[in-house]
């Protein structure tokens, strides 16, 4: 049996980062060896700096680690970043500049010439535009999406594959976690919407077209049919949903589309990689699905939930789509990809 | 001083029959003289059988008004009705045979041939519609729209007026007291987005394109642009908002359609209307405006709310609309409508 | 290996009945093997009759299953009956006298003479109340006790044993789903608390006192000590939380209650029973837990979490519980029941 | 007429002090003429630096108002302080010593000796408490209680003065707002109830004895019966919630007790003050009231709401209570204080 991959996890605290820690937690091919916080929580052990904010208990086996500050070097063989997206870019690149593989969910590097914008079961093949950074073992930075872009990207993969996609309108309504914390004020949401999320309708407008893009050498062509995005904060904890209009680019019937959803498999699928859910994309039928509290936790909250299929008077189709944020939409994703770039020898534990 | 006109309520017990009723209190124009309602209650006093639940008291000169049954005779000079969609078509088609004029907020007459459906500000024209039918007095009936259908519609006006529209795709989060009482169960709404609201996607789609049709001779003849709804049920208790693309018919700057919006006036501003607010569209200019706790009682609940108008990626032009779904949506619609025909002389009070 | 005992659920397309049967899913000894439902879905498959409200899908085992009619004879070797209380009381002594042993969440017979008001960890001596009633086998009736009574009677049962108790003054912050399906009104609850639970303060001061009491002979002698409750309906999911005061009937530090908290077992955690949490009670030290989001899902929704314990001002000693109201306040509480009736030799296959 | 009284309001952009600003608009003899904050919206127009969180709109007459630094001089006869705690105390006790009379909704001076922790209608005789501290005109400091004392010591003071009061439970739910802005994290309180605010035992327990203390020469003796309260946080937005059970001094009938909360009056009542509600305490009679959302704003948001009065069976009687917290708890508090105060001579604006 393999050793397993020592993993350092920056940001560690937070909504994310505790994300990260609850899953990574018996995972037979990462271990968890060193967190770091940008905040006031460096010298306590991670018991201390941790408010945890999940269902349940905090891993036992981390609470006596020493949070340490988010620079390198850190006893870890890759880093995990969930770091503010605001000193993100800086870190990041200092880590992968000293080595270290960086998988990040953060925004800062995702459109980078020579960083994947990854989803697993959707461009597994953007892995050929890693650039090894100079330096020891040739570091470099591997992104998630953001996490509505995720599931936007990942239903219109099969319909692109199948079809060809000539324009989007993306309506999104996102939970709360989706700011971390403490994120999103009561009295800000609280028998409200929020027809806001900064930067967010920009985030999903441009990494789609990347994440759909063309490999052209080892850079990506963006694809280049016009998204549009409007977002929204409602009361919802964790669950992202997207009203999602499409202009195909042939006719299709509704029941080609949810063929097209149900059957799609990717790369983590054939992989068999542990994060991966059976189905990526799972479709009910009942009128009234997808759900943010009855759908997010599918697939170990790892499958998205397609529902209401149907033609559209505008453009061509019309569905609704449902993600658990934080978890494929964020941990899960980081994961994903850990598995994936060990799967495809991108990771050693000796670096 | 003109005499009050006496007012008979049908489903005065309900979420709108309470706010027709609490509207009306104090009216100078207008006096509540007879409540109805299908259900238990008929025999017992209105204070005995409704459960008020709005905010405050039950206006008290009511609370001895004995219920009676839905069905004429009923002591008023017209009737308001806000009863349920299943009961309502054939209850107001009698009344209007016996000679009552009708104004109504349930859906089963919307679409028929000779009857308006109005928005005072929108298509006060459309009165010439009317057929009185034979019998006392000559009764008719005029509805409003479905609650999201009059925002959406009152939001496209000045935009069909000044620039043409071409389509529109329109995605809703509504509130839960749309719903009626006890309307949507607690369980299915809490930490949750329902994205199905029944048969409204098609009320839109349909209503909107008949109020902002051209009137040819007595008939309307429905505006013909595409226009797609997706609807959603979200955790608010009040207040209806919409994400809204749309296709102009030329070029126009965003500040354009803020121009359009801000200087729209219509046939009850004119005229002075009591339930007429001074400006029906109200434009915000914050980043994350509107929003349904803090706009939705804009001009008394009767101006919708505008906000967030950008150029859109695929149609040509986006914003957010909010609107008070049971005073605008539902209860001042009515009203608004009772005023607009007692000004017109459709309305007498000695019929 | 002893075959399983097969199980006909009554009440099974309700909130609890759904948990019921997601609970028994794999449950080694007993399975489902009839469905029964007291409404319209008579004749359809459960699969049809049921909307399946829980996150994830219904078994599909079960899914093909004939809906009953609640009422002897059902294919089964026990019944479990989450029936409503208007109904449950004669149907579920029907059972009882055709030979079935029916194990109960309804409140009908928690108050009979010969009916034990179950709580495993507690009273698991009051099974010697237990009257078969003459006929085929032996039928009887065991119960639970009421969602909210369950979590203060398990939480005053070590104080009880270690300290005595002289007084109890609870006030609840009761979950929707407490209510059922539709249940509570969304327009009720949401932004809102809703001071009233019809019958709820008088059934935790009264069954309190009788899982508490002393076993006579084949009677329960009532605890005596006085007991009040205010409940409250709170806009929260799942997860019963009770503000409690106790006047103990000796000294204690607030140590001492935490350990008698912390170091309480019963017999289902001597007997090993599959549905039983190692511990009953869990403490928390954090200044502000318990929460419902955050401890409703302890030990599997069968712990009861315990916080905040001090000394009062008014009584000796407070603190702050928390339940899962379907799981330990309902369905689980039913399934330990049937385990703890099982290993004592009360149940068998092939009655 | 008298010329109105000029106030300055510090912490005018926060929570309650936008709640200030919003009640004395129209205000006949209170105007505003002073702002300050203390954070960095110093030297910033009011309109630029405070992002308004109420609905409707900030009134257009201070817009244009500088922010000021919260220390002497301000342009204004008296001061309103809504600062936080954590700065409030030496700041305001700075404006006092410069002459200037402070009306302060903060904690830090309540349980002064010579500071008047005042309800106007419990306890306007401790005006007499009052000592004019040296310097221009003879500043000092007037307090109102915290949010839930407020409601607490009104609801208790008929009973104290009609049949003496020996021991009282409280339980607390209380709104969001009740933590300023961005106060509650919307991910610890949505799907949620939190068992903890800080301080606010505390203040209830030691606050609602001084305000029913009595007065001994110019210092007041608390009243002496124990209090108990426990307090949590419930996802409302507006109306603390209070189950209250009181030990009497006499045996009390419950119908008694409905007559002392209704036939309650004060002396604003008597004055005529014009923020004083007709009626202090409201009794409703349905079983399932008060509700915040449905009776906060009673009375303008001064009058509490009270219901479910019943015989309890450990104290003597319980009750439930309802209270706008932002307006009778806060800003409408500190208003009538200074109505009082005018009425009563302590202020005048040739200071």
């Known amino acids: 049996m393999a050793a397993q ?17 609850a899953m990574l937690e018996g ?12 905040d006031r929580s460096q010298g306590k052990t991670f018991g201390e700096a941790c408010t945890w904010r999940l269902p349940g208990d905090m891993p036992s086996a981390l609470r006596g680690l020493q949070v340490g500050s988010p620079q390198p070097p850190l006893d870890c063989d890759i880093v995990l970043s969930s770091l503010p997206a605001d000193i993100a870019g800086p870190v990041e690149a200092q880590f992968a500049a000293a080595g270290y593989p960086v998988i990040s969910n953060s925004s800062s590097h995702r459109m980078d010439d020579d960083v994947p914008l990854l989803i697993p079961e959707v461009n597994a093949g953007h892995l050929a535009m890693i650039a090894r950074r100079p330096g020891r073992g040739g570091g470099f930075i591997v992104t998630n999406p953001n996490c509505s872009t995720i599931m936007i990207a990942l239903a219109l993969a099969p319909l692109q594959a199948r079809f060809g996609v000539e324009a989007v309108v993306v309506t999104t309504m996102q939970a709360i976690s989706g700011a971390g914390y403490p994120g999103v004020a009561s009295l ?21 077209l990347k994440i759909l893009g063309r490999l052209d050498g080892a850079r990506v062509r ?29 006719k299709a019937e509704p029941g080609e589309l949810r063929d097209a959803f149900t059957s799609f498999r990717g790369v983590p699928q054939e992989l068999g990689l542990r994060t991966a859910p059976p189905c990526p994309i799972l479709v009910r039928d009942e009128p009234d699905r997808p759900q943010p509290r009855l759908d997010r936790d599918a697939g170990g909250g790892m499958s998205i939930t397609v529902g209401r299929i149907a033609r559209d008077r505008v453009l061509s189709h019309r569905f609704v789509a449902l993600s658990h944020n934080t978890i494929r939409g964020a941990a899960g994703a980081a994961i994903l990809n850990a598995e994936l770039l060990l799967a495809r020898g991108y990771l050693r534990n000796d670096q």
Request: hydrophobic share 45%; with cysteine; proline share 6%.
């Open 5 to 21: 991959l020592r993993v350092g996890i920056l940001g560690a605290t937070g909504t994310v980062g505790q994300r990260l820690v």
């Open 27 to 38: 995972h037979p091919q990462l271990v968890v060896t060193a967190v770091a916080a940008s």
């Open 188 to 208: 800000d949401i609280t028998d409200n919407v929020v027809p806001y999320i900064a930067s967010e309708e920009e985030k999903i407008e441009r990494e789609t």
């Open 222 to 250: 963006p694809a280049e049919f016009p998204l549009s995005a409007q977002c929204h904060r409602v009361p919802v904890v964790d669950g992202h949903m997207a009203a999602i209009r499409v202009q195909l680019g042939r």
